[in-house]
C-alpha cells in the first residue's frame, strides 16, 4: 500500500476486510496506537496487518494511522460497511470545515469521495502548505491528530456542539503540555516541542488563549475518560521528552492525573507505557535528532526525492526508456562530472519528464531546481522498480463483495 499515492484509502478498505475484529475494544485500539505512536503525534509504525513495499516517511506513517483509527472507531461505535465510513469521515470533516477545497483541487481529485478525502487527510498531515519549507522543517507532521479521533467519536454519536468541543480539547492539551512545560527546566528540545504542539492547533489561537493555570477548572470539569487518558498522556510525553523524571515533573504529572479522575496504577501506566516509547523508537522520532540545519536540509531533501522516485517510478521508467541520450548521460554522471553542456541538456530534459507526472510538480516550482542533483544521484539505484502499490487484486476485491 503506497499512502502517497491516489487511491491508497479504497486499497485500506480492501485489506482491512480480512481483521474486522481486531479491535473489539477502544481500549484495546488506543493501547495499539500508543504504541505505534500515533497518540503522542510521532508516528513510529502502522498496523501490522499492512504490507509495505517502502519504508513509509513520517507523513505517510500518519495518514494510515489516523484512517486506521477513525475506522476502528468507527467500526467499535456500530459501523460496518466501509463507503459510508468514508462518506461518514468526509461529512464529519466539512462540519469542522477542514474541508477546504479550492476549484482546482476539485477538477484535480474527481467527484469521488475517497480521492477527495485523501486530499483532505493530506492537509491535515501536514502543518505547513509550502512543500519546500515542511521539507527543510523536520517537524513536518500534525501533532494533534489523536483530537480527530476523539472527535470523530462524539461525531457518530451525535454529539451537538462538534466544534466548540474541538476548542475545548485542544485548549486543554496545550495548556497541560505548557504547564507540563513549567514544571521543569527547559532546554533546546523542550522549545521544540512547545513549538511543534503550538504549530498543530486548528481549532484555537495560541496567541488568544492564556497559560495562567485557570485551565485548571475546566479540565476538572471535563468528564469523557479518553479525552482525559489523551491528556494525561500527552502530560507525561512532554515531561518525558528529556528521558528524566525529577520529584517536581512526577508531583505535577500526578497532580494532573488526579484532577482528571485517574488512580495511581493507570497513571503510573501512562509514565511507563511513553517511557517504553522513547526506548524503542528513540532513533527514529525525527524532531529528537540533533544535526546541523545544513545536513538536516540535505537529509530531509533526500528522503523527500527518494519517495518521489519510488512512489512514481512506474511512469519514471517508462518516460526514461524513450530518451536514450538522457539515460546515456545520467549513466555518465556516475562515473565522471558532467560538463556544464550536458548538465543544461539533462536538466531540460528531466523538467520535460517532470511536466508529464503531476507528483513530480515540484521540480518544477521555483527554488525545485535545487533537488535535480540529488535526483540524479539517486535515480540510478532506484531503477527500475515499477508497480502501482494500491491496486487491489482480484482476490481482495472479491473478498469485499
Known sequence: MNPSSSGWIEKYGSVVQRHQNAFPTFEALYGTLKKSGFVYGLNSGVPEFIELEHALSEDEKAKINLLHALY??????????????????????????????????????????????????????????????????????????????????????????????????EYLAINITYHALSSKELDRKDNKLSQLLASSLTYINCAENSFDGSYRERLLNNKDNWENRYLLDMACLTVWEDHSLDYTESEFIFGIGKDLGFDRTIISTSITDVTEFFKLNFETIPYLKE????????????????????????????????????????????????????????????????????SLAIFILPGGAILLPIFIK???KLLPSAFDENRIDEEEDLYRK
Open 72 to 169: 476502528f472507531t468507527y467500526r467499535i461505535e456500530g459501523g460496518e460497511d466501509y463507503s459510508i465510513f468514508i462518506e461518514q469521515v468526509f461529512k464529519f470533516y466539512e462540519l469542522l470545515k477542514i474541508n477546504n477545497e479550492s476549484f482546482f483541487d476539485k477538477w484535480f481529485t474527481g467527484k469521488k469521495t475517497s480521492a477527495k478525502l485523501e486530499k483532505l487527510m493530506t492537509s491535515r498531515i501536514y502543518i505547513e502548505d509550502n512543500i519546500i519549507s515542511k521539507t527543510f522543517n523536520s517537524l513536518i507532521t500534525n501533532s494533534l491528530l489523536f483530537i480527530d479521533v476523539l472527535l470523530f467519536k462524539h461525531f457518530l454519536k451525535d454529539y451537538p456542539a462538534l466544534k466548540e468541543k474541538a476548542e475545548e480539547i
Open 291 to 358: 544535526k546541523n540545519l545544513a545536513m538536516q536540509f540535505y537529509d530531509s531533501m533526500g528522503k523527500l526525492v527518494k519517495k518521489l522516485i519510488l512512489r512514481n517510478s512506474k511512469r519514471l521508467h517508462k518516460e526514461l526508456s524513450q530518451s536514450a541520450e538522457l539515460v546515456a548521460l545520467l549513466s555518465k554522471s556516475t562515473v565522471r562530472d558532467l560538463s556544464d553542456e550536458e548538465k543544461k541538456k539533462v536538466q531540460n530534459q528531466l523538467l520535460d519528464i517532470f511536466k508529464s507526472i503531476p
Open 378 to 380: 539517486l535515480i540510478p
